[in-house]
């Protein structure tokens, strides 16, 4: 089965400088990736996905992520972290549909102004 | 469009109590599913359905009940609630069932305490 990685439980890093949140995965056959923001007491919130084609992702503010098939990985990233940045990401797997989506035990970002 | 919307927001149950968390999408979505949130592990499917009378088990079934008479509601039934079901527990859905790579949208969620 399917399995996500997010090796960092915290990020800290400064407003305007860049932010990296790490996803490793797992999976038979070709990968479907994604990113989801919860923000507190909310729900989570769509970022990014990958599905095929071009390995740079771009997503909603901002952020973008890099398919690397060779490393199994679909790192998060932004140039420049906002404090409103600073919230749970989480990043998902699945190899055919949503039935088998996996998800990561998430990274708690903090931009510190 | 409310989107995903559930309720109640926040429950507290004794143990062996039954209750109904709602779920309803206004977008038409295929697909509905279930997961339930705890700190370190992320989010585990429970059961999730492909359309209106037709649902299946997730990750992590045991001790919940679902059902999809319409296309709108999707709602989850704790029968006899036990301390290890105390989480939080998100709705979500997503246009089309089977279809690969496709956005699942979510609810705000339900935060739920068994004591």
């Known amino acids: 089965a399917q399995s996500v990685a997010q090796p960092e439980d915290q990020v800290n890093v400064a407003e305007g400088n860049p932010l990296t949140v790490k996803c490793t995965y797992s999976v038979s056959g070709n990968p479907y990736l994604f990113w989801y923001v919860q923000y507190p007491n909310r729900g989570l919130q769509f970022l990014l996905k990958?599905?095929?084609?071009?390995?740079l992702v771009k997503g909603s503010y901002g952020f973008e992520a890099e398919f690397n098939k060779s490393q199994t990985s679909f790192h998060l990233k932004k140039p420049s972290a906002l404090v409103s940045d600073s919230a749970l990401y989480f990043c998902a797997v699945s190899a055919y549909n949503n039935n088998d989506m996996r998800f990561g035990a998430g990274t708690r970002l903090t931009v510190k102004p | 469009n409310a989107g995903v919307t559930q309720t109640p927001k926040f429950q507290v149950l004794k143990t062996g109590q039954s209750m109904t968390l709602q779920c309803a999408q206004d977008m038409n979505h295929e697909y509905m599913s279930w997961y339930r949130q705890d700190p370190g592990m992320g989010l585990r499917l429970i059961h999730y359905?492909?359309?209106?009378?037709?649902?299946d088990q997730g990750e992590v079934p045991n001790g919940y009940n679902v059902s999809r008479s319409t296309t709108e509601d999707f709602p989850l039934r704790l029968l006899s609630a036990a301390p290890s079901q105390t989480s939080v527990y998100f709705c979500a859905s997503s246009l089309q069932a089977g279809a690969p790579g496709d956005t699942q949208y979510f609810g705000p969620g339900t935060r739920l305490t068994v004591l």
């Open positions: 359905s492909v359309g209106a009378g037709i649902t």
């Open positions: 990958y599905i095929t084609g071009d390995n």
